[in-house]
T-cell receptor, first 117, second 113 residues
């Protein structure tokens, strides 16, 4: 079974530029998460999708970050414009479904390391 | 707000020794507690998890214990090997609220041969 795919793996941009990240979850997984992991810290949830609907985006800085999950499969996360403090690894994770005991088993992709200069 | 505290931040052991990492959570409604291993340049990988109706769970050299009254859970690795070297994260969540994970700050484990 293929894992969670993310691209690009690395991205370097200047502040105030825009950037987009792509995630392809494990086939059949209804729930998709985007996490931000700042160096030396644990991942922090940015947004959670159930199929193509948003479940939780309370931690997403909506003035600059946006995310969508078209057709309930792939997802993109965009930052516009980027700030220096956005430098981090952006992790995508997926899990089979919500509301049931097995649902919290989250499978992570390799992440995209973003450097904002 | 919800918070998970993890200690120690770094841990160095000799090969063959045991390693223990401890976490405390603030949300008393949390009922799912996974542990993740993250190697350099990779995403976190689930190594073991425990649910609130269980006090202890073991998988070969890895075990996790949960004390719901104290809101405390721990990871135990026995007979450590150099390939156990990585950053370990604990997390807590309520699986009836969509599975949002609250992570600890991480423990960098170094196993010296």
């Amino acid at each position: 079974e293929a894992g969670v795919a993310q691209s690009p793996r690395y991205k370097i941009i200047e502040k105030r530029q825009s950037v987009a990240f792509w995630c392809n979850p494990i086939s059949g997984h209804a729930t998709l998460y985007w996490y931000q992991q700042i160096l030396g810290q644990g991942p922090k949830l940015l947004i959670q999708f159930q199929n193509n609907g948003v479940v939780d985006d309370s931690q997403l800085p909506k003035d600059r970050f946006s995310a969508e999950r078209l057709k309930g499969v792939d997802s993109t996360l965009k930052i516009q414009p980027a700030k220096l403090e956005d430098s981090a690894v952006y992790l995508c994770a997926s899990s089979p479904q919500t509301g049931r005991e097995k649902s919290n088993e989250q499978f992570f992709g390799p992440g995209t390391r973003l450097t904002v200069l | 707000g919800e918070n998970v505290e993890q200690h120690p931040s770094t841990l160095s052991v000799q090969e063959g020794d045991s390693a223990v990492i401890k976490c405390t959570y603030s949300d008393s409604a949390s009922n799912y507690f996974p542990w993740y291993k993250q190697e350099l340049g990779k995403g976190p990988q689930l190594i073991i998890d425990i649910r609130s109706n269980v006090g202890e769970k073991k998988d070969q050299r890895i075990a996790v214990t949960l004390n719901k009254t104290a809101k405390h859970f721990s990871l135990h690795i026995t007979e450590t090997q150099p390939e156990d070297s990585a950053v370990y994260f604990c997390a807590a969540s309520r699986y009836n609220q969509g599975g949002k994970l609250i992570f600890g700050q991480g423990t960098e484990l170094s196993v010296k041969p």
